[in-house]
């Protein structure tokens, strides 16, 4: 079968966005060992067993990577805020299901993700670009808490400040969240969640949910295992 000039162009970009996120994985590990601002390209393509030149085709600068970094993790929680959206479920569990999901893509799902943090590291133009993402996503989240407060299952909280909190939180797993440690990221991320909900519950309210029997993507959630 002959492939259109349409369809050689979408394998080529797709085999494209395939090989950045290898880059990013390789990245994320070399930022584990040498530390994000330590590390530079030439690191970056040794772990790759790449030329650095070829690292240059898909990234002009580590800049760039970090820039797909947080764009790729932001596009990911943008989605998981859709999917949360569409349950037929109350605030507090949409919530639940958000933070467990947020957890999840940060740490498993995204690799590189202690780059989402280095916003300070970006020039101008991308910073201006990718907190425009990250406010969309925080605005979601305020969103849920003020519907929660609205329905009587949390108290009466400032939803900005309960929402840096949260993900002041969650953001900060990136720097300590290990994939051969004792709890899986949907374990952390459930755990988490029973933390802080129980901070936002209004009194008499429950907030438990069953939700939190099975993490975003269908996997079975249970605080207790250990590795």
Known sequence: MVQTAGERSSATTLRA???KREILAAASRVFSKKGL????MRDIAAELRMHVGNLYYYFKNKEELLAFCQEESLAGLQRLVEETRALDVGADERLRHLIIGHVQLLNETTPGSVAH???EALSREWQTRIVALRDNYQRSIRRMIAEGTASGMFRDVDPEIATLAILGALNWTVKWYRTDGKKSAS??????????????????????STVSETA????QSN???TH
């Open 216 to 219: 975003p993507g269908g996997e």
């Open 187 to 208: 374990e952390i991320g459930a755990e988490f969640a029973d933390l802080l909900l129980a901070g936002l519950a209004a009194p008499g309210s429950e907030t438990r």
């Open 17 to 19: 966005a395939d090989r």
């Open 223 to 225: 605080p207790c295992r």
């Open 117 to 119: 943090l280095a916003v």
């Open 37 to 40: 601002h330590a590390t530079g």
